[in-house]
């Protein structure tokens, strides 16, 4: 027996139905970032492994658990350098910083608002809401002294006027700054102050974190760790006043949008480069894996990777998790036709084939049949391809020189001269 093949665990196929709105999403996406000033960019879907273990982070999931690694040998004859790894990308920030970087953005423009749609790949233990291919909508915004709270607040407004826009129904903005860099190292040791009593009873990876990075403690979902957790004090207390001042300031801005949020003071998001702010949107359709985004300021990245000062700040959407978020039906009926012609012979079919081909360089869209068949059977095709009009050709209209046009929503059908069939397509369909 010929072995039947599947798609890969934590992949999906996304088949024709599914794709329009796939197709729905990154047309809104595009619609709505362009208002905001934002350009497309397309990065590779595989960089250096160093790429991502320098701006995750190393002690991070992503670097530690998730990473999908491509070989070594095939790595090693693509770059010509031995022992080069390259992985599928986890994340589309980084490499965007690289592309930044590489192509001396910095010196073009004071501003580079940039936005993806792309896959992203993590090793994922396979869950609803959770892929190892799965696909992301986000921006970044990056320039040389560009950190300021009204970019903060801008970027998340276009976040959620995105999911506004998309018919997200209900979504909930959570927000925290982090602060400096020295803020945080001032929050990771009062982390550790208050978890030491509880060290024996974390889980075995964060007994690893409380040394390696305390920070991934409070995102941990063992019940146990979620527990003590729960039991800290968490303020904002190790922040810097200028922190603090740029802190207020940003919800100073959200507010003057109207924009609601929750402070949560625990949030520190999975990637190491954040600093300043940071935020989630969540969506109780999700159940436990509820974040449809997060994204927040990194002030530090591009010149970790060798590029020049310059701040930035972006988010990402996940396309998967917004389509479980969504109420309307997973399965839409699929694209419609303007016209499908029905071709009961041979000679017919030849006319048809260069009547579909003329059609179409008219901006219609057209399917036909590739062998005669019954008009029966053939009405069948249209109607599950929902034409809205149907041309049928046999013996006696090719010996009339003229074709039946059908209206399928009316049922009303008249004869037209062939020669006079584009134009009365086009006049009806108003093309």
């Known amino acids: 027996m010929v072995k039947k093949f599947s798609t890969p665990r934590g992949t999906n196929d996304i088949y024709p139905p599914q794709a329009l709105l796939w197709q729905e999403l990154e047309t809104q996406a595009r619609r709505v970032f362009v208002r905001y000033g934002y350009n497309e960019i397309r990065t590779p879907i595989f960089e250096e492994s160093e790429l991502f273990v320098r701006s995750v982070g190393q002690t991070s999931d992503i670097v530690q658990k998730q990473m999908l690694h491509l070989s070594p040998q095939g790595a090693t004859r693509a770059q010509g350098g031995a022992g080069l790894q390259l992985s599928l990308r986890p994340e589309g920030t980084a490499p965007i910083v690289r592309a930044y970087i590489q192509d001396n953005m910095d010196k073009k423009e004071q501003l580079s608002k940039l936005f993806y749609i792309g896959a992203m790949f993590r090793g994922e233990r396979p869950q609803k809401g959770r892929l190892r291919q799965f696909h992301q909508i986000g921006v970044e915004a990056i320039g040389p002294d560009s950190c300021s709270p009204y970019l903060d607040a801008e970027v998340i407004g276009l976040c959620l006027e995105f999911l506004k826009n998309i018919q997200v129904p209900m979504y909930q903005l959570k927000l925290n700054t982090l602060g400096t860099v020295e803020d945080k190292q001032n929050l990771s040791k009062k982390l550790r102050q208050q978890l030491k009593p509880f060290k024996s009873e974390l889980c075995p990876d964060c007994q690893n974190r409380f040394d390696r990075n305390v ?92 590029g020049p000062q310059a701040d930035a700040v972006g988010f990402a959407l996940g396309l998967e998790r917004i389509l479980l978020a969504r109420e309307e039906p997973q399965t839409p009926s699929g694209q419609s036709l303007d016209v499908f012609l029905v071709s009961l012979d041979e000679p017919s079919l030849a006319g048809n084939f260069k009547l579909a081909q003329t059609l179409r360089q008219q901006d219609i869209v057209v399917d036909m049949s590739f062998k005669p068949a019954s008009v029966k059977s053939q009405m069948r095709t249209a109607n599950k391809k929902k034409a809205r009009f149907v041309v049928i050709v046999g013996q006696e209209e090719q010996r009339q020189g003229i074709v039946t046009l059908k209206d399928m929503q009316g049922g009303h059908q008249q004869q037209i001269a062939v020669d006079h069939c584009e134009q009365a397509i086009k006049r009806i369909l108003n093309k």
């Open 215 to 306: 920070f991934r403690i409070l995102d941990c979902k063992q019940k146990a760790c979620r527990q003590i957790v729960a039991k800290l004090k968490l303020d904002y207390t190790h922040l810097c006043e200028a922190s603090r001042e740029y802190y207020r300031k940003v919800k100073e801005c959200l507010d003057s949008l109207n924009i609601r949020f929750e402070e949560d003071p625990g949030m520190v998001r999975g990637l190491d480069y954040y600093t300043q702010t940071v935020f989630e949107v969540c969506s109780p359709a999700l159940g436990s894996q509820d974040a449809l985004g997060a994204g927040g300021r990194y002030d530090n990245l591009v010149a970790q990777l060798g």
